[in-house]
């Protein structure tokens, strides 16, 4: 089988994709995978570092807010979609894929078009519960979308052909194991508290969080974990200003970044995070509860819709940025701490929403694709 996988401009909508190649060439070693993504793009970098062959086109996005610089930006795109589109026609004949797979992103707008123009089976997923412009216009004619969240579906035409099949989740993070990972921690008896803002750091979640430590330091009763991020490095200072020195408290552990995920969300009790996709299918995966603070600088607010759908169940607590305080956040750990059970209740809940599967599931998709693709002619 060889598959043309077609995504970018975001982790999250890469990770997907590098995921399920990683299992194609796992279970099915004989698959011969090419990755398209935008050139400059993130996916230029992790793509080859994970293995895959890659190639690029140049594609941009449509800004929306008028101005005479972002004139000339869409100018500028309406030429690159002229010519995104014969360099991906032009990778599409070169490879002859039996099925290309979208995972989102600009890029994979020209790629999945054009492999559908030129008779080739098409697949697109979807990772958020409201769902982006490209997955949306593409969805029209995909032979199938597949969704990480039931409640996408509402969204599409009534025509797609949409099947749920969840996100897919790192195996190191699906099989790591709580009381395995508190020993190797450290961690006492007390919940612990893990919370970030994402790899490059969020301020407004770091403001309120620094407040949170310097309470929980006071208190004593939590042990927390967090990752401040990239863009944020004044944060140890902040908490300097606050009076809160971290060599007194062994119990708070502050990062600029977190690279033992896995552990650390295995051992929480409690996670305070963005509501990005792929985060919440690994709460979900490890059955953690949740203070969910969307970020409200995303397309489509997606972050928001992502998040009420574990508020809808009761598996998260949401937070809107805009009336996020360090008072707040106290208050809504307190009460979720002071119910019995109520951390494991909301986890219970996340863990019932889970999909474990997702890559087995999106393969077997992918075959049935091809199989009826196949009978047709």
Known sequence: MRVLFAGGGTAGHINPALAIAGYLREKEPDT????????????????????????????????????LQNLKRNAQTLVRVVTSTRQARKIIREFQPDICVGTGGYVSGPVIREAMKLGVPAVIHEQNAYPGITNKML????????????????????????????????????????????????????????SFGGSLGARSINEAVADLLVRSARTGKYQHIHGYGQYSKWMPALLKEKGLDLEEYPFISLREYIDNMPQCMAAADLVICRAGAITLSELQAQGKGSILIPSPNVAENHQYHNAM??????????????????????????????????????????AEMSISDACPRIVKVMHQVLRESKNAR
């Not at 194991?177 to 007390?190: H, Q, V, Y």
């Open 139 to 194: 969805a029209k004619k995909a032979s199938r979308v597949m969704l990480a969240v039931a409640d996408a579906q509402q969204h599409f035409d009534r025509g797609a052909r949409c099947v749920l099949t969840g996100n897919p989740v790192r195996q190191e993070l699906l099989r790591a194991d709580r009381e395995d990972s508190r020993r190797l921690l450290g961690l006492d008896a007390r919940p612990l508290i893990l």
């Open 32 to 67: 011969e995978i090419l990755y398209v993504g935008n050139k400059g793009g993130m996916e230029e970098r992790l793509v080859p570092a994970a293995g895959f062959a890659f190639r690029s086109v140049r594609i941009s996005g449509f800004q929306r807010k008028l101005s």
């Open 309 to 350: 759908a574990l508020v809808n169940r009761g598996a998260a607590v949401l937070i809107e940025e805009k009336d996020l305080t360090g008072e707040l956040l106290w208050q809504k750990v307190e009460e979720i701490f002071s119910r019995p059970g109520g951390a494991r209740e909301l986890g219970r809940h996340a």
